[in-house]
């Protein structure tokens, strides 16, 4: 019996997906949203500015538009950001990224339960997701359902709960800095695809260069071989 419950403690049991170029390709659709609303606002927004707020939260992105001479409040400037990005999702075709279907799909059939935490708005995500298979994703955790954006560990702790692991039987996958910090300041190893060279890697962050061709088997060997190193 014993046995049984070490076995158990070990094994892979979630996977937590980042979603804008991890694992679809809506990036472009918050970039062109956010492009619009600096527009309206009269404000320029360049590529300095889109790097700076990478894989943060609209509130984020509401403080850059502040700074740079937006008198409105930070509510109005993220609602105004996601209300364009909805529109945009709706006449958008978003496709999966290499390999996440497959992996989404055969974690179900393996009994991996797998979230998406996402600081996209929850109207936005939703209209991405629907032309896609939301089903896959047993929890949604979005930047409408977090007080405190990635790179805290909320998010991620918030997807952990709804799952129902723990964080040693979680893997997340990430692609910028800001999600990876928040995910390992969860507690869990994470995969990073598309991501900076210069992103440090440890025994807490594994890189990837694509998910084309990963299978469970590649999740469980990271997740173990993780679990030996932090012992």
């Not at 869990?188 to 990963?214: E, F, H, Y």
Request: aromatic content about 4%.
């Amino acid at each position: 019996m014993i046995a049984e419950e070490v076995l158990l403690m070990g094994q892979l049991e979630g996977v937590l997906w980042d979603m804008d170029g991890t694992s679809t390709d809506s990036a472009p659709t918050w970039r062109a949203a956010i492009l619009v609303a600096a527009e309206e606002l009269g404000i320029n927004w360049d590529r300095s500015d889109q790097e700076a707020i990478h894989g943060h939260g609209m509130w984020a992105v509401a403080a850059r538009f502040r700074s740079k001479g937006v008198r409105i409040e930070d509510i109005s400037i993220v609602a105004l950001i996601e209300r364009h990005a909805t529109e945009l999702a709706r006449s958008f075709v978003p496709v999966w990224l290499p390999g996440v279907q497959e992996i989404l799909r055969t974690c179900a059939e393996a009994g991996i339960r797998c979230g998406l935490v996402t600081m996209t708005g929850r109207t936005a995500a939703d209209a991405i997701l629907e032309k896609l298979d939301p089903t896959l994703f047993e929890v949604i955790i979005s930047g409408s359902d977090v007080s405190r954006p990635k790179p805290d560990p909320e998010p991620y702790m918030k997807g952990i709960e709804a799952l129902g692991v723990s964080p040693r039987s979680c893997l997340a996958i990430e692609d910028s800095f800001v999600g990876v910090n928040s995910a390992v300041a969860a507690g869990l190893t994470t995969i990073v695809v598309n991501a900076p060279q210069s992103l440090s890697l440890s025994q807490d962050v594994i890189r990837w260069t694509t998910l084309q061709g990963k299978t469970v088997e590649d999740l469980r060997q990271v997740h173990s071989s993780a679990l030996a190193l932090k012992g």
